[in-house]
């Protein structure tokens, strides 16, 4: 389409074929460019700029040092301030899947690349609301490729990871 911006997927990491035309054999989606992670500088050395989805991440991945409830986890990243910005927010729930990398064998589900820190091998809330119940949103588990998101009650606390942008 004519003047239509298109948003890169990236690979998932998987390089063994299991049969023919799986993800595997395929090896679908854009390779991430090299590097992937790019660390702030001056002011915003506390920040991470993904190179593939131009959104900027806190480089601490437990910024609050605590858990939250969902709504405590909005409040917390719209008022939030680090490397001279005060656009943060809570990231959607395909924001945060973008950071995750199907091959990493133990740990965080992160690219081996990132430069991130304290990222928690534990649910993280996301804004997306589960369209089945309202009173849930979805979390990410950062350390689970076997069930790595699914919709919580919004009551429950989760981590929070501010992102901005995409820039």
């Not at 239509?4 to 997927?9: G, M, R």
């Not at 049969?19 to 790019?38: E, S």
């Not at 001279?84 to 809570?90: K, N, V």
């Not at 091959?103 to 804004?127: D, H, I, M, R």
Request: charged share 15%; glycine share 8%.
């Amino acid at each position: 389409m004519a003047g239509s911006v298109y948003a890169p997927v990236a690979k998932t990491g998987q390089t063994i074929p299991y049969r023919t035309d799986d993800d595997g054999t395929l090896k679908a989606g854009v390779t991430p460019p090299a590097p992937r992670f790019t660390a702030g500088s001056g002011d915003a050395t506390n920040t991470v700029t993904d190179n593939l989805t131009g959104l900027t991440w806190c480089r601490n991945g437990n910024q609050p040092a605590a858990t939250k409830d969902w709504n405590s986890a909005i409040d917390y990243c719209n008022s939030f301030t680090n490397g001279g910005y005060s656009d943060w927010r809570l990231p959607n729930i395909r924001e945060v899947f973008s950071l995750f990398d199907f091959s990493a064998q133990t740990g965080t589900k992160l690219p081996s690349s990132n430069l991130f820190s304290n990222v928690q091998p534990s649910p993280y809330w996301t804004s997306t609301t589960s369209a089945d119940d309202t009173n849930s949103a979805y979390e990410l588990h950062m350390g689970s490729v076997a069930l790595p998101m699914r919709p919580q009650s919004k009551g429950n606390s989760k981590y929070v990871w501010p992102v901005r942008g995409p820039q």
